[in-house]
């Protein structure tokens, strides 16, 4: 006999059959029915299916688009501004984003690039200064690596003060996880000979607004950074960089110079605009802080959340988490405000730097509570809960907020976004 | 001082460095020009983009369609025929398929189906038989794993002869690779606790065809089969089985049933046709095989491939390796026609039962000669050549035809198939 059927317990098999047995409302989200019959009644007649195609499409049935933060028509090309569109979190499933629902985020709209007359210009402090085709790029050699990308600001909105009718697309919107594929930085430094004395970088993009950065050489980001030209397996979309732009895993999104054209290699930062105005953090002393680089580890719970509706009885809580610092080691997930914590399963593949799921049966009793969940990393990084977060940092900064994020329930289900 | 420049010859820093001064002939396609200014002359100027949108759009310099076997207007809903959309392999990067191209394999057409309206039973040798909404299935607990998915009739064009214009998306472009989201079968099965003596399982599919296969309930298959109702992070689009599909890692595609209706355990195999006379594999002694179900170890050089040209000089040889077993462990690439073999590169993520990336730099001299690679999984399975491949096997049959496959290139350097 092989002992291959698994221990129903652990399955909680319990719990399902015993909501397949009861109500609606006793089974929360589960109404599995018994059958009656060796056969389906009232499900549509089967018939011959559409054509196949050229692409596959999604169907009819399946919303799922973004919310641009600029309404069709309205435009923002003001440099010292910016766009968002983000990603709706509470619609995914796994932890792969999909490629044109990863987060757009711009100071200048998305230019369309001709990749045949895209250069990009490789200079500074090295042997031999290059210019560099797409085609150059495309035939040296290449690595892919499934990891996020975030924008610095992503969450600002709960640091200082939110409505409570905002959705997990509004609060968190603005980390995506791809397979990134290109030319591994090492590579390039070693092609141009770059002088072993350089120890920054200038990274500049050829969007309007000429955004550009300046990057530490560290051996981390030497060992990790991508000049990436494919995104899940495919050319960049122009939002994203079309079509080669700069990936640097675990490191602020704004970092990630799109649409690369200019590669400067240096002793010191160049101190642009970018660095020393706008991507400086106000401390509570009113000194700014330069160069606040890494997105420290993070979660949210993306279901339930902000303004769905949940039944009591048996539910699924399910988020995504995420360090730069490394791998996901561990989630936890409250059902009670923070006063007690459960450890989450994590579901999918658990890579370093890329969002991993995580999810945790949970049965409401219909009372008013409040739901958080909380992530470590595999370097003992711990998020910490928004109280703490705000004694360290204060509120004058307006990126890197990476605390819990806490949904509430009243006692009709009805999920709202809580300060706490 | 940090050691944090890596070793330029390992990285071949002398051949591009020679390329980047010497013409395009001797340089292959490696074309990078020295730098002679600290800007960049004869680039197109900036300007402010388009607006943000609900998705990311493609850019309209990327040509990556795939290419239906049906023309548009033409329609294949014989249940007993079938059609495919091939993926184009060779305009892939990295080892995620984007997902609207994966490949499409139908025997009628694509159905459109309701979610509300669909339903599976699940029944036969179990204790409480049960009809499940998409609702019932969303809220159990779910995996997320990232797996290969292949027709079984991938490459048979060169099994017996195939013209030598063929491309890589004609040989090989029905396999793919998502991250697949689902119910674990294994939870399923103890949901509605299915008998011990059930050895097999019926899956049936809602299509037009009513694709129905017959599944023996191995360790392997309880423990990583999944009820996926999610591919690259968004719901099944409905030529990959929306809103709900079987998903065995490893075996061939038609048993991944589509638009799944109903799954059905008893204690014999259900012969239906699909088994019976479809997917049978005819043997040199005329007799039948049933039930091969394991997708063996397999790879495609995708470039240089079929109908390509290149250059004399520096190339860069990339491709796909997979297999049914297990994770890839070694992939050879030989530029000799199978006389010496060299050790490729894999550069991406390396999982289990998922397609892997290869790579391996070659100077071509301009000789006529012929390419091919050779991959090996953990379980030691080695991708035999076609002509031991039919020693074995024959040619009667027509599935499960993994045998290596070879690109000519003549002294133009045109890439042509070979059947070698």
């Known amino acids: 006999m092989l002992k291959r059927f698994s221990d129903p317990d652990r399955l909680s098999r319990r719990r399902f059959l015993t909501a397949t047995a009861a ?3 006793t089974a929360g989200g589960v109404i599995a029915a018994p059958a009656t019959a060796d056969t389906l009644a009232d499900v549509p007649p089967r018939g011959p299916g559409d054509d196949l ?3 596959s499409p999604r169907s009819p049935y399946v919303q799922i688009a973004r919310i641009p933060e600029a309404a069709p028509g309205q435009r923002n090309v003001d440099p010292s501004a910016a766009i968002n569109s983000k990603s709706p979190l509470d619609k995914f499933v796994g932890t792969i984003t999909p490629t044109d629902l990863h987060y757009e985020r711009s100071h200048s709209g998305v230019p369309n690039l001709d990749p045949s007359k895209h250069r990009v210009l490789v200079h500074g402090m090295v042997k031999q200064p290059l210019v560099l085709t797409l085609e150059d790029l495309r035939a040296m050699p290449s690595i892919s690596r499934i990891a996020f990308l975030e924008c610095t600001g992503n969450g600002w909105e709960n640091w200082k003060s939110a409505p409570d009718t905002v959705t997990v697309q509004n609060t968190h919107g603005l980390v ?3 397979e990134w594929t290109g030319v591994p930085l090492s590579f390039l430094i070693d092609l141009v000979g770059v002088d072993r004395a350089s ?7 050829d969007d309007g ?3 550009a950065r300046s990057i530490p050489l560290t051996d981390e980001i030497i060992a990790e950074g991508i000049l990436a030209y494919g995104q899940n397996g495919e050319p960049l979309r122009p939002a994203h960089g079309f079509p080669v732009r700069l990936f640097l895993p675990g490191f602020e999104g704004n970092l990630n110079i799109k649409w ?3 590669l400067k290699f240096g002793d010191q930062p160049f101190m642009t605009r970018w660095e020393t105005a706008r991507y400086t953090q106000l401390r509570p002393d009113g000194k700014a802080r330069q160069f606040q680089l890494k997105q420290d580890v993070n979660s949210v719970i ?3 959340s902000g303004m769905m509706r949940i039944k009591p009885g048996s539910n699924r809580i399910t988020g995504l988490a995420w360090s730069g610092h490394g791998r996901i080691t561990r989630v936890e997930v409250s059902a009670d405000g923070g006063a007690t914590w459960a450890v989450a399963a994590l579901t999918g593949p658990v890579l370093p730097k890329a969002q991993a799921r995580f999810q945790h049966d949970w049965v409401w009793d219909g009372r008013p509570t409040k ?8 370097q003992g990084n711990v998020q910490p809960d928004r109280a703490s977060f705000i004694a360290q940092v204060g509120t004058n900064a307006l990126f890197h907020y990476s605390a819990q994020q806490t949904w509430g329930i009243d006692e009709a289900g009805h999920v709202r976004n809580v300060l706490a």
């Open 23 to 25: 109500t609606a409302a």
């Open 199 to 205: 120890t920054w970088m200038l990274a500049e993009g």
């Open 209 to 211: 607004a000429a955004v």
């Open 371 to 378: 739901i958080v969940s909380r992530s470590t990393d595999e």
């Open 176 to 178: 995506s996880t791809h």
């Open 53 to 55: 195609g050229a692409y």
């Open 302 to 304: 993306t279901a339930p």
């Open 260 to 262: 690369l054209r200019r």
